[in-house]
């Protein structure tokens, strides 16, 4: 079995805490770990052209997803500490 989905993986997940929270941040990253997984810059051309077709909706799906995570702990950061709703 080979090693490249495991280097992929956490490439991805290293360069996921450097990405700026930017739409399109993340094609350089990917560009990033396709060129240190092995990927020949004739493949990583010609792969960009269907990266940046789907991006747009994913960067959304991401943000979406990073929003609910910093809501979700700010919620319970604020409830471990004793804070209640103001009315």
Same mark, same amino acid.
């Given at each position: 079995?080979?090693?490249?989905?495991?280097? *992929? *993986?956490?490439?991805?997940?290293?360069?996921?805490?450097?990405?700026?929270?930017?739409?399109?941040?993340?094609?350089?990253?990917?560009?990033?770990?396709?060129?240190?997984?092995?990927?020949?810059?004739?493949?990583?051309?010609?792969?960009?052209?269907?990266?940046?077709?789907?991006?747009?909706?994913?960067?959304?799906?991401?943000?979406? *997803?990073?929003?609910?995570?910093?809501?979700?702990?700010?919620?319970?950061?604020?409830?471990?500490?004793?804070?209640?709703?103001?009315?």
């Amino acid at each position: 079995m080979s090693a490249l989905p495991f280097i *992929v *993986v956490l490439l991805a997940l290293v360069s996921s805490i450097g990405v700026a929270g930017i739409p399109a941040a993340s094609l350089v990253a990917v560009i990033i770990i396709m060129q240190n997984a092995g990927f020949s810059e004739d493949m990583i051309k010609a792969s960009l052209g269907l990266i940046l077709t789907i991006d747009r909706p994913l960067d959304m799906a991401r943000t979406a *997803v990073n929003v609910f995570g910093d809501t979700v702990g700010a919620v319970w950061i604020a409830k471990t500490e004793g804070e209640t709703l103001a009315e």
